[in-house]
């Protein structure tokens, strides 16, 4: 029965809705730690961007997963800010361990995941089926 599970076909659209969802919702632990360790005034900053990201990916992604097409603009929002994000990110690292670490967290999790809504953003929503008429 395990096997069944395991090669039953979920859509496309349903994982990466999933996957966005996960993102989003991996980013708020995240923002309360950078609440708890930087300083008020950059805390802001970075927890807004994050925050923003966060509304984005979850957005995008709860619509991927209930089958809607009103992802488009969420998920380019959210690709937007990841670049930013990973950009800023590496921008305002200290060379050495800090630097290593926003490069790792750059080329492994926020360009893949903006290259991912960049694809769903561009993709041409789904025409809706029409309702049966009594034919």
């Known amino acids: 029965m395990a096997l069944m599970a395991l090669n039953s ?3 496309t659209a349903m994982w990466q809705g999933r996957l966005l969802t996960v993102a989003g919702l991996a980013l708020l632990p995240w923002i309360g730690y950078l609440a ?3 300083p008020p005034a950059e805390a802001a900053a970075w927890m807004a961007l994050d925050l923003l990201e ?3 990916l979850l957005t995008a992604g709860t619509r991927l997963v209930r089958g809607g097409c009103g992802h488009r603009l969420a998920a380019a929002g959210a690709a ?4 930013a994000d990973a950009c800023a990110d590496l921008l305002t690292s200290a060379p050495g361990p800090e ?3 926003a490069a790792a967290m750059a080329v492994c999790a926020e360009l893949p ?10 993709r041409s929503p789904r025409p809706r089926a029409r309702a049966n008429r009594g034919l």
């Not at 937007?80 to 670049?83: D, H």
């Not at 995941?113 to 561009?122: D, E, G, I, K, N």
């Open 36 to 38: 708890a360790t930087l």
């Open 9 to 11: 076909p979920v859509p």
């Open 54 to 56: 966060a509304l984005c």
């Open 99 to 101: 630097f290593a670490a």
């Open 113 to 122: 995941l903006a290259a991912l809504c960049v694809t769903l953003a561009r």
């Open 80 to 83: 937007l800010l990841l670049t």
